[in-house]
């Protein structure tokens, strides 16, 4: 594994198994909301589609990467350029749980976020969640095409790093 590519719904556990996956197989790992919402001196700036592919494909040159995200439009170069794809498909109770939890978390101040924790991200990340669950089958339909790299995931502790 040089190029793995972490896609799943909010709250299925990317960015948790990324950084424990980087760790292990020395990968670096990137975030694909911080390619999409770009930090610069004047604040938080959406990059356009396809900026976004530019900054992929400069790590691309630079050889092996994690990249862990959601399924989006400005993505879809990741499933050719992976040698090996994880679709965290966690359950659909736990990922409501968890993101609960993090919005809790992140409004009393114990875990960080790039975004504005507010009751308005609370509700996006509930509609994200049930309108993934709504069209599954396409998303579906999409792994099917790369099959032969997916490896498939119900919790973030399922992958043996042994």
């Not at 790992?29 to 700036?45: A, K, M, P």
């Not at 994690?66 to 499933?79: A, H, V």
């Not at 089958?137 to 042994?162: C, H, M, P, Q, W």
Request: a positive charge; aromatic letters at 10%; charged letters at 30%.
């Amino acid at each position: 594994m040089k190029k793995i590519f972490i896609i799943g719904v909010v709250a299925s556990g990317k960015t948790t198994l990324a950084k424990r996956l980087s760790q292990k197989v020395s990968v670096p790992c990137y975030e694909l909301d911080s390619i999409v919402h770009h930090q610069t001196s004047t604040g938080r700036h959406k990059r356009s589609a396809e900026e976004q592919i530019e900054v992929i494909k400069e790590i691309d040159i630079h050889g092996t990467w994690i990249f862990e995200g959601t399924d989006r439009e400005s993505y879809q170069c990741l499933y050719e350029m992976a040698d090996t794809i994880i679709f965290l498909d966690t359950p659909l109770w736990t990922r409501r749980i968890r993101i609960l939890k993090r919005f809790l978390k992140q409004n009393l101040g114990i875990e960080k976020c790039h975004y504005k924790p507010d009751i308005l991200m609370l509700k996006m990340m509930y509609t994200w969640t049930r309108d993934f669950e709504q069209n599954r089958s396409g998303f579906e339909a999409k792994l099917k095409k790369y099959k032969e790299k997916v490896i498939r995931l119900r919790d973030n502790n399922d992958l043996d790093f042994t």
